[in-house]
C-alpha cells in the first residue's frame, strides 16, 4: 500500500517530515522519498529503495543536504517517488497512495495521440504517480487536475502535492477509501495518514478530511479548496491490519477496535455452540494479538505467547517481493517459547487469513513443538476477492486466495456462484469449507469472524465502510 506525511511551517520541518514518514514504514517496503521546499535553494529531493534496509537508516545520510519550511515524504509498495514535476501549472513535488487499474488504458486514451511519453519502470509498466501529475497537468488547476485524475482513473488516489511557493495540498481519495489528518503545533500544520506519527512530533489534532475533500495547508493555516463528498467507503483492513495501533480513523481507535472485535468473535461463537477447551489464546504477531486478547478477555481462557516477533531484525509485516524469501523470513521471524506449546492446547488469533502459505508453516512447526491441539480464528471473515482499490492482497489470481481455492475444489466452479453461502459457516457449505481448510492446513478448528460481527466492532454506519475483499460489493 503505502502512506505519506508532509508539514509546512514557520520553522524548517526537515526532522518533522523524516520522522513522521518514518512512521509509516508499516505500509510499504520497497521505495521512499522525501522532498523540501527552501525559500532560497528551492526543491531538494532523495528516493531510495527500502527493500532491505529500513526508511530510517536508509535517509539518515541525506538529513544535511536537506533544508525547507515545507516538505513532503512517502513510504511506498509501489513505483519511485515523490517526483518534482515542471509543468505549466508551475513546479511541484507529488506523492500517490492507492491503486490505478486502467493505467495502459489512461495512457492510451489520453497520450498516445499527443506524442506524451513516460519513463518507463524496469517491469515496462508506466510509473502510476507519473501517470497521474500528467493526468492533473491536463487541467487549468490542480484542483481541476485532481478531481478530474480521480474520475477517470479505476481504483483510488489519495495524493499531496507541494508546490513552489511552499503550500501543500492534500486530496483524499473521492470516496476516502483511506484517511487523511491534519494536525497543528504552535508553528504550523502536518499532514498525515497516521494520527500517532504527529502526536509524537508535537502536532495536536486539528481537522480529518472528508471523502473526496482538498485542501491548502500552509504554515498559517488550511483552507478547504473543493468540498467532501457525501458518499465514503473507507477501508475495513485499516481497522483489522493495516492501521497503526495508536491510530484513529474517523474517530475510531485502532487497538480499541481489535479488542472489541476478538470479544464479538468469542461472544459469538460461545452462542453458537461454545468455544474450544484451550490451555492459551494467542495472537499470531503483531497485529493478531489485540484480536486474540479481546477473544481471551470475553471467553475468560487464558492469554499466552507462545510465539515472539523477533523485531530488532524484522521488524515488519512486508519484506522482499519473493514469496520463498517471505516464506523464510515469516519463520525465521517467529521464536517459540517451547513450554508454553509442549502438550498445550492452543488457539491462536491472526488479523486474517490470505493465501495460507505462512500460516501453513506456523502450524506445522507448532506440531513439530509437540502442541496437542492447534486452533485457528481470523479476525475477519473469508477473503473472496482481490482488492483493486487498495492492493492489500499480492494474489495474481483471486484462486490464490485460500477460500477461494478449496471452494473450487470442492464444487468445481458451480461453487464460485454460492461465496455468501460458504462466507457463512452456519450453513451447509460453509461448515464444508472450514472442514476442508482445517484438513489442509492441520488445524483442530477453524473459525472467520462474522462480517456482521466486524462492522459492529468498527461502530461506524456500515455504509460508510469498504467491504468488497469479503463481499464483492463496492
Known amino acids: ?22 512512521y509509516h514504514s508499516h505500509l510499504g517496503t520497497r521505495r521512499a522519498g522525501m522532498i523540501f521546499h527552501d525559500s532560497e535553494v528551492g526543491f531538494q529531493r ?7 534496509t529500513p526508511f530510517r537508516t536508509r535517509f539518515e545520510d541525506d538529513l544535511p543536504g536537506f533544508h ?7 513510504i511506498s509498495d509501489t513505483d519511485p517517488q515523490p517526483l518534482l514535476v515542471r509543468s505549466h501549472l508551475g513546479t511541484f513535488g507529488i506523492t500517490t497512495v492507492g491503486a490505478i487499474n486502467n493505467a495502459e488504458q489512461l495512457v492510451e486514451d489520453y497520450f498516445e495521440s499527443g506524442g506524451k511519453q513516460f519513463m518507463a519502470m524496469s517491469s515496462g509498466a508506466v510509473n502510476t504517480t507519473e501517470l497521474v501529475a500528467a493526468l492533473i497537468n491536463q487541467k487549468g488547476s490542480f484542483v481541476e487536475g485532481i478531481k478530474f485524475a480521480q474520475d477517470v482513473i479505476e481504483g483510488s488516489l489519495t495524493l499531496l502535492i507541494m508546490t513552489s511557493d511552499g503550500t501543500i495540498i492534500a486530496a483524499r481519495d473521492k470516496v476516502g477509501r483511506l484517511p487523511v489528518l491534519i494536525g497543528k503545533n504552535g508553528e504550523g500544520f502536518c499532514i498525515s495518514f497516521e494520527s500517532f506519527a504527529y502526536h509524537k512530533l508535537g502536532y495536536d489534532d486539528e481537522y480529518e478530511l472528508g471523502p473526496g475533500e482538498i485542501v491548502r495547508v500552509d504554515a498559517d493555516g488550511y483552507e478547504t479548496i473543493s468540498p467532501a463528498g457525501t458518499q465514503m467507503k473507507i477501508c475495513a483492513f485499516l481497522w483489522v491490519y493495516y492501521g497503526y495501533p495508536n491510530s484513529n480513523y474517523e ?3 485502532v ?6 472485535n476478538g470479544a464479538i468473535m468469542a461472544r459469538d461463537e460461545a452462542a453458537a455452540g461454545g468455544v474450544p477447551d484451550v490451555d492459551y489464546v494467542a495472537g499470531v504477531p503483531d497485529s493478531g494479538v489485540p484480536h486474540a486478547i479481546g477473544y481471551s478477555t470475553e471467553s475468560k481462557a487464558p492469554f499466552g505467547r507462545p510465539f515472539i516477533k523477533y523485531t530488532p531484525t524484522w521488524p515488519r509485516s512486508f519484506m522482499p517481493t519473493n514469496q520463498d524469501v517471505r516464506d523464510r523470513v515469516a519463520k525465521m521471524k517467529l521464536i517459540p517459547v517451547p513450554e508454553l506449546i509442549r502438550d498445550k492446547r492452543l488457539m491462536f488469533v491472526d488479523d486474517s487469513i490470505v493465501r495460507g502459505t505462512q500460516l501453513q508453516g506456523t502450524v506445522n512447526y507448532l506440531h513439530e513443538c509437540g502442541a496437542s491441539e492447534v486452533h485457528m480464528r481470523s479476525a475477519c471473515p473469508p477473503i473472496m476477492f482481490g482488492c483493486k482499490y487498495l492492493s492489500f492482497s499480492r494474489s495474481r489470481s483471486e484462486m490464490e486466495l ?10 468445481g466452479d458451480e461453487g464460485q456462484q454460492h461465496l455468501d453461502e460458504y462466507a457463512d459457516s452456519s450453513t451447509e457449505r460453509g461448515a464444508c469449507m472450514l472442514k476442508s481448510i482445517c484438513e489442509k492446513m492441520g488445524f483442530d478448528s477453524l473459525g472467520y469472524q462474522s462480517l456482521d460481527g466486524m462492522l459492529e466492532a468498527i461502530g461506524i454506519d456500515r455504509e460508510k465502510i469498504c467491504t468488497y475483499c469479503w463481499s464483492g460489493k463496492e
Open 46 to 52: 532523495e528516493i531510495h529503495s527500502i527493500e532491505n
Open 251 to 253: 474517530g475510531v481507535n
Open 1 to 22: 500500500m503505502g502512506g505519506f506525511f508532509g508539514a509546512a511551517s514557520h520553522h524548517d520541518v526537515v526532522l518533522d517530515v523524516f520522522f513522521g514518514v518514518d
Open 68 to 74: 525547507g519550511c515545507s516538505g513532503i515524504g512517502c
Open 402 to 411: 485460500i477460500a477461494r481455492r478449496v471452494i473450487q475444489e470442492l464444487e
Open 255 to 260: 487497538e480499541v477496535m481489535r479488542y472489541r
